[in-house]
């Protein structure tokens, strides 16, 4: 890869890319290696490029952090829809004409 810099600004757009397509099982490995670059990185950014290479990647990140808050109240309003079928299909289940469990013979 380039300088650090820009390998993090590269591994960022990666994995603004993968949040973009859903593709969140790939998401673990890119931030691996987005934070083992971190890591090396020294306190301060060495010139004008460094610096120019980090705000790219912070406003990328703050981009894929808001799309991943979206995806996950999104899922969890689908997860809330399914909720609801299966407590209303236990509903119908315990209705009128439903032979109560201890009713049915489970012997074979």
Do not use: F
Not at 61 to 83: K, M, P
């Amino acid at each position: 890869m380039n300088d650090p810099y820009t390998a993090l600004l590269e591994l960022t757009e990666r994995e603004h890319a993968l949040v973009v397509a859903g593709a969140w099982e790939e998401l673990a490995a890119v931030d691996a290696r987005r934070r083992a670059v971190l890591a090396a990185l020294p306190e301060r950014a060495p010139d004008r490029a460094a610096r120019a290479a980090l705000t790219c990647a912070a406003d990328l990140q703050v981009a894929s952090t808001a799309l991943l808050e979206a995806q996950v109240d999104e899922l969890r309003r689908s997860l809330g829809s399914v909720a609801q079928g299966r407590a209303a299909v236990q509903g119908y289940g315990a209705g009128v004409g439903a032979v109560p469990a201890a009713q049915i013979d489970l012997s074979g």
